[in-house]
């Protein structure tokens, strides 16, 4: 990946906000269809990223209910996707949490091990009610800040079954399978926020 070079002067008490953005995250075009991806850079850039960002007038660009998380592995040549996050309610919580869980296994696919998890009764109906009520817009699998998958919503999804694909290895998709099973860490299930004009 190519980078634009950092400025000449690069002392240690220079602002942070001297070094533009976009010569350590590659934005996303969109094409056809949106998508909740903003840019990709590699992991050692992330950290930086994350520093600008939190600069108050980068901060003020965006509306409070927008959150920035990084994709927990590399899409593409060792690329991180920065996708954004709405969150819809007052509180910061996610529609859904680990507590609907109460099954999760790894699983071998042609591409590599996903996770495939089952809900409560409870938790199938709600998680009915989110797809259906958000239908050609995006969802995404949030655990401990890190964004595991995200999805277009085709329609609406019922029985209570999850499944997260990814390419995870084996040892990571049964690493992620104890966690959602043992509840040990909060899993939302969050709103990606979409711009699509509807």
């Known amino acids: ?6 400025p000449k002067d690069s002392s240690a008490e220079e602002p942070i906000y001297h070094f533009p ?9 969109e094409g056809s269809y949106s998508t909740p991806c903003v840019g990709q850079a590699l992991e050692s850039d992330t950290a930086k990223v994350n520093e600008i960002l939190r600069i108050p007038e980068m901060r003020n660009i965006f509306p409070p209910s927008l959150r920035l998380l990084w994709t927990v592995r590399p899409y593409y040549n060792g690329l991180y996707e920065l996708i954004a996050i ?10 859904l949490d680990g507590e609907v ?17 089952v809900m409560t009764a409870e938790g199938a109906k ?16 949030v655990l401990d800040d890190k964004v595991y998958f995200y999805a277009y919503v085709l329609s609406e999804i019922t029985g209570g079954k999850i499944s997260i694909p ?5 040892s990571e998709a049964k690493e992620m399978a104890l966690v959602l099973k043992s509840g040990m860490l909060p899993v939302p299930v969050r709103l990606v926020e979409e711009d699509s004009g509807r």
Do not use: Q
């Open 1 to 6: 990946m190519k980078r634009r070079p950092y």
């Open 86 to 95: 709405k969150v819809n309610s007052r509180d910061g919580r996610a529609p």
């Open 101 to 117: 869980i109460v099954d999760a296994r790894a699983e071998e696919e042609d591409r590599g091990w996903a996770i495939s998890a």
């Open 166 to 170: 990814g390419s995870f290895t084996e």
């Open 126 to 141: 709600h998680w009915a009610y989110l797809t259906a009520d958000n239908i050609d817009k995006w969802i995404a699998i």
């Open 21 to 29: 953005l976009f010569s350590i995250l590659t934005p996303s075009i």
